[in-house]
């Protein structure tokens, strides 16, 4: 099953993200802010399929933080979630190949958007291989 970075700078949406994605079968790496996301794909050491990045942090962004991970990984799926400006939110993730979900995360549409990032990512590789 995949495995999910999930990068929020709020712990009790870290914990609902880890819980909806565990139960469904999905490996979770929750990291608090930026910085941490950051750390972890340079270590190395997780091989990540997908971010689910919230747009709104303290410090570096999402879109900024997402920007970054895809440098170093151009096959990361990419979900960006916010509970502010959806519509335009939303606008954005679509102009950059991302996904994008509301919060607050209801379980059948974070596992939805997941599913079709995923989905998606699959395409891409097969039509670069």
């Known amino acids: 099953m995949a495995t999910v970075l999930v990068v929020d700078d709020e712990q009790v949406v870290l914990r609902l993200a880890e819980s909806i994605l565990s139960s469904a079968g999905y490996r979770v790496v929750p990291v608090c802010g930026a910085a941490a996301a950051l750390r972890v794909a340079a270590r190395g050491s997780e ?3 997908i971010v689910l990045a919230d747009v709104v942090m303290p410090g570096t962004s999402g879109p900024t933080c997402v920007d970054q991970l895809v440098a170093m990984d151009r096959s990361l799926a990419v979900i960006l979630m916010s509970e502010f400006g959806i519509p335009a939110m939303r606008k954005y993730a679509d102009g950059r ?3 994008f979900v509301s919060k607050p995360l209801e379980p059948s549409d974070l ?5 079709l990032a995923l989905a998606a990512r699959i395409v891409l590789e097969e039509v670069s291989a």
């Open 97 to 99: 190949g991302f996904h």
């Open 111 to 115: 596992t939805q958007v997941l599913e």
């Open 47 to 49: 091989s990540i399929d």
